[in-house]
């Protein structure tokens, strides 16, 4: 799976800098988690390994299980980005899945290291928990999408909550039943379906 998506404007030197700063500590956590085990990697060795000091890891990531699911957030992110781009005249649902299926699509085939990352993370409870949160941030910002679209219609917003967390948990679970039980298939075409039955409701 490839971070290239992307409508955001060119950033500067600095910001650019600072990004390849990021990746390489995410890289770095990954290539240790998988050699050694999540539960056996240290922000220490991760430092180490990226080629910088520990403070400035900190100024990255608060914690291991952020560097490594910095690759998970930025991602959805992008997807995120990708549905404020629907048209105006979509329902909340629609523009969800719309965004979803040019985000996969462009995305193309999971890589191998993607999948053996995603498995490595249903094997430890502490880092499915990590993930679980940094979904629940992007439901935020989705919600906050929802929300622009629904307008007076949900005063409280408590449908574009509920809209935005159906909609990460069918591609949650749509996920791991691919890793768990489908990988001659492709991975959007259970994502598709399951959005397709879960919608039904919203439209």
Known sequence: MSDTISSEPEPGLRERKKAATRQALHEAALRLAFE?????????????????????????????????????????????GMIREQPAGSSPWQALTAAAEGFYRELG?????????????????????????????????????????????????VRAQLIAATFLAVLRVSLNVWLEHRPDVYYWDI?????????SGFE
């Open 36 to 80: 050694h085990g999540p539960e056996n990697v240290t922000v220490e060795a991760i430092a180490d390994e990226a080629g910088v000091s520990r403070r400035t890891f900190s100024n990255y990531f608060a914690n291991k299980e952020e560097a490594l699911f910095y690759g998970d957030l930025r991602r959805m992110r992008l997807l995120a």
């Open 191 to 199: 994502a598709r379906d399951s959005l397709a039955d879960a919608g």
């Open 109 to 157: 085939d999971l890589d191998p290291e993607w999948v053996a990352r995603s498995r490595m993370v249903r094997r430890h409870p502490s880092l499915a928990a990590a993930q679980v949160q940094t979904f629940t941030a992007l439901e935020r910002e989705i919600s906050a999408e929802v929300a622009l679209r629904l307008g007076a219609g949900d005063p409280l917003g």
